[in-house]
């Protein structure tokens, strides 16, 4: 068809977590322009199964950019050129024909590889099961406006909240770090009044968790803030460091 395209794919394999891997090349022919990223790997994993050979794992779900699981370094950038995209949503239009096109997993020692260009992220589970949430019983639905809230509050708590969890700050961090992670999961409540109650228990806890999965320490280069697919601000990080101190200095 005309227009299509044919790429050359450079592909970290790797079998399981215990074993080295390594590049392997593969050729992605006749690729539509509309086709998303993820869609182009599944056809080339179709020629693989075909000729007897291992498909390339990779993480996907919803496929609609809001779940974070098509995470995926592309030509040395988290989720691929564009800004503001994840990979599932990343079409191949980006590319041209002929491109060699680079894919590695996540990079991180709290990240480790399962398998190709799978990586176990349940660092930011745990990251989040050490308060991301709100224990008390709330009951059943208040009305509407019950409890007043500034508008640029609500706003901010929205925006944080929109964090999908990918762990592309952590990919493009030198450090590794995933405090634009951890402080969208916190702001997300000390904004609002609901979250108030635990707030500093909360942060002390989930900054815990951070630190004991492995993270490294901020850098300040605001690359998490550059890669991430949703915009979040490190003005949360910020946040983040005023709610620690104040949990620190109350003691609690």
Request: glycine letters at 8%.
């Amino acid at each position: 068809m005309s227009g299509n395209m044919n790429l050359t794919l450079k592909v970290w394999r790797q079998k399981n977590v215990k074993e080295s891997g390594r590049f392997e090349t593969y050729t992605a022919k006749n690729i539509s322009p509309d086709m998303s990223f993820l869609e182009m790997l599944d056809e080339v994993n179709e020629d693989l199964i075909k000729g007897g050979k291992d498909p390339i794992a990779f993480d996907h779900d919803c496929r609609e950019g809001i779940c974070g699981m098509c995470s995926m370094y592309i030509n040395g950038r988290a989720h691929g050129p564009v800004k503001g995209v994840t990979a599932c949503q990343l079409h191949m239009r980006s590319f041209v024909d002929g491109d060699t096109i680079t894919i590695e997993p996540w990079r991180a020692a709290a990240f480790p590889v399962l398998r190709d260009l799978v990586v176990d992220r349940t660092s930011f589970e745990r990251i989040q099961q050490a308060g991301g949430y709100v224990s008390v019983n709330t009951g059943s639905a208040p009305d509407a406006n019950a409890i007043p809230v500034p508008k640029d509050n609500a706003d901010e708590a929205f925006n944080s909240a929109a964090c999908i969890g990918c762990g592309a700050c952590v990919a493009a961090c030198v450090n590794s770090s995933a405090m634009l992670f951890l402080s969208a999961k916190v702001s997300q409540y000390a904004l609002l009044p609901q979250g108030r109650v635990e707030a500093k228990r909360r942060v002390a806890n989930m900054l815990k968790a951070h630190d004991d999965a492995g993270f490294g320490a901020c850098t300040n280069t605001e690359a998490c803030e550059a890669e991430c697919p949703k915009g979040i601000s490190v003005t949360n990080i910020g946040r983040l460091n005023r709610e620690f101190a104040a949990a620190s200095i109350s003691g609690e």
